[in-house]
């Protein structure tokens, strides 16, 4: 038997309409199972769940008492104590000193009173610079000025022929000028006493005492026409080679 047709059921003018449709309810669909979330849910046992309680420490309300303190009571007062006194005094005139024009007033004659004037002692070293009277290197002549510009020149000369000056390139030194400064004293009996010495080197340093302690024996200087002594201080210049 043949299915019946109406003719006016006709489907054709509205087939767009329905596949906008149906396209809109599919991607829906799509769109709510893409973002549809699930959540795990775990159920423990509800027997073993401890709940722990706050405890709640309740503070007292506290109060600052300033406590003050009573002023100190005042010193009592001293006792002043009356004294009779029976004693007669005796008062005392003193006579005036005031002279007259008619009053004689001899004068008498005193010698003359020599002031003795104490030398100071002269303990303390003086440097070369001040020295008034510089001590005497052997064999120097002529003034003050040339006698201390002598000894300065035989010192040097006698550094310059005794010294080493190969041990400083030996010690591996940088490159340069090297210094050692010595100080010595020359003692009132003109020997060479107390060296000291300072430079880049302890060996340069004991080459230096060694060299200033073979100084001869000189004339000691003299402050005040008295022999003293004498502090010097003697740089030495070595140079370093590549």
Not at 144 to 168: G, P, R, S
Not at 172 to 191: A, H, N, P, R, S
Request: proline share 7%.
């Amino acid at each position: 038997m043949l299915a019946k047709k109406s003719h006016k059921a006709r489907l054709s003018p509205y087939r767009k309409l329905f596949f906008q449709l149906g396209l809109i309810l599919t991607l829906t669909l799509i769109y709510v199972a893409l973002e549809w979330k699930t959540v795990d849910r775990n159920v423990s046992n509800l027997d073993q769940v401890s709940i722990q309680t706050e405890e709640f420490i309740e503070i007292p309300v506290t109060q600052r008492i300033l406590e003050v303190k009573p002023p100190p009571p005042p010193p009592a007062p001293e006792k002043i104590e009356i004294v009779t006194n029976d004693e007669e005094i005796i008062e005392t005139v003193l006579e005036s000193t005031e002279t007259d024009e008619t009053e004689f007033i001899e004068v008498k004659e005193y010698e003359e009173i020599e002031e003795i004037i104490e030398e100071e002692e002269l303990e303390k070293d003086i440097p070369f610079a001040i020295i008034e009277e510089a001590p005497v290197y052997p064999g120097c002549k002529g003034n003050k000025e040339e006698l201390k510009q002598c000894l300065q020149d035989q010192i040097n000369k006698h550094v310059l022929k005794n010294f080493k000056t190969e041990l400083a390139q030996e010690l591996g030194l940088t490159v340069g000028k090297k210094k050692v400064y010595v100080q010595f004293k020359i003692d009132k009996t003109g020997e060479i006493v107390n060296i000291r010495a300072r430079g880049p080197h302890a060996r340069l340093e004991k080459e230096a005492i060694r060299v200033v302690d073979m100084l001869p024996r000189m004339t000691p200087g003299r402050q005040r026409t008295k022999p003293v002594g004498v502090s010097y201080t003697l740089p030495i210049t070595l140079q370093v080679l590549e």
